[in-house]
């Protein structure tokens, strides 16, 4: 059956027809019909032939070239409807910035695997000075959260805020907050991590928390006092994949020092971010160490980094 014309649109193609036109396969139509991104001005009721407008050959190319682009269908889409030109444009931009910040950083983990398949790991490790410390008994309030990377770091910051404003109902904030790790967080694995605030009084501590319930899984926890290995941060190391080389920097370490580790790793955050620079130390990468590795213990006195805080251990 013949398509009909299309009186304001004018001239009804049939599929080929538009796909040849439009630059695209019949194959690719039928997907983007389906996909709800391109669908044809008229089906028929008896034979399912798709005709589409003349007009709608815009529409087809720019969908076609936003798929080289890679651009998911639901961004796609969002241009598309985007109210008018200006709009498309700019979420087309966002798009695309986002494409940028990741093979920038695919460019760098590049580098840093070709680094380390050459033997050359050991010039990053040498970035990172490492040491042991002793730290003592704290109280601690703590969230736990299963989270992908890509939300960590807004959980990371909405947790700790909340944990810090309930700090000041259980005496106060007693040390700097951390995070522990208590297995893998990437875009593959999803911990769990452990936001954690010092607190002064255990008592009010079990009070809040006991207020609170579990909307946030919150807990309270008195820690020993422990031995961590620690290295120090500049916010330049912490874009990914510098940060871990610095992980693996404290695994080396450990390894040829004959030392374990007892638990997940922390990060410890102490510093303001936006106003740090390049070079300036923003967080301390400490995990705990195994009981009985006494040796290199810090004299009698010695000052500890102010900015440690006891590694959460898992409940």
């Not at 682009?69 to 796609?76: K, N, T, V, Y």
């Not at 986002?98 to 950083?105: F, K, L, M, S, W």
């Not at 695919?106 to 990172?128: C, N």
Request: charged share 25%; with cysteine; hydrophobic share 45%.
């Amino acid at each position: 059956m013949d398509p009909e014309v299309d009186p304001e649109s004018g001239e009804l193609l049939g599929i080929g027809a538009f796909a040849a036109r439009a630059r695209l396969s019949a194959k690719a139509l039928r997907l983007y019909d389906r996909l709800g991104l391109l669908a044809p001005a008229r089906v028929d009721e008896v034979t399912g032939y798709r005709s589409y407008r003349t007009g709608q050959v815009e529409r087809a190319r720019t969908v076609a070239l936003l798929r080289q682009l890679d651009m998911p269908l639901a961004r796609i889409a969002e241009v598309l409807d985007a109210d008018d030109g200006a709009a498309a444009a700019d979420r087309l931009a966002a798009y695309w910035a986002d494409v940028e910040a990741r093979i920038a950083g695919q460019r760098t983990l590049a580098a840093f695997l070709r680094g380390r398949l050459s033997g050359r790991s050991s010039e990053m490790y040498g970035k990172f000075a490492v040491e042991t410390v002793d730290v003592p008994q704290q109280v601690l309030i703590t969230e736990t959260r299963h989270t992908l990377a890509d939300e960590l770091p807004a959980w990371i910051g909405a947790a700790l805020e909340r944990l810090e404003r309930g700090a000041a109902e259980c005496g106060g904030v007693a040390g700097v907050p951390f995070v522990a790790y208590h297995a893998e967080v990437s875009m593959e694995s999803d911990g769990p991590a452990e936001a954690c605030v010092p607190v002064a009084d255990e008592a009010a501590a079990r009070a809040w928390a006991e207020a609170r319930g579990r909307a946030w899984e919150t807990t309270v926890r008195v820690e020993p006092a422990q031995r961590l290995a620690h290295t120090r941060i500049t916010k330049a190391q912490v874009a990914h994949p510098q940060i871990l080389a610095a992980f693996e920097a404290v695994e080396q370490w450990m390894a040829a020092e004959g030392l374990t580790a007892a638990g997940p790793c922390r990060e410890v955050y102490f510093a303001d971010w936006e106003a740090a620079g390049a070079e300036d130390p923003v967080f301390d990468i400490l995990p705990s160490l195994k009981e009985g590795d006494s040796w290199l213990r810090p004299p009698p006195g010695a000052a500890l980094p102010e900015v440690l805080c006891p590694q959460h251990q898992p409940g």
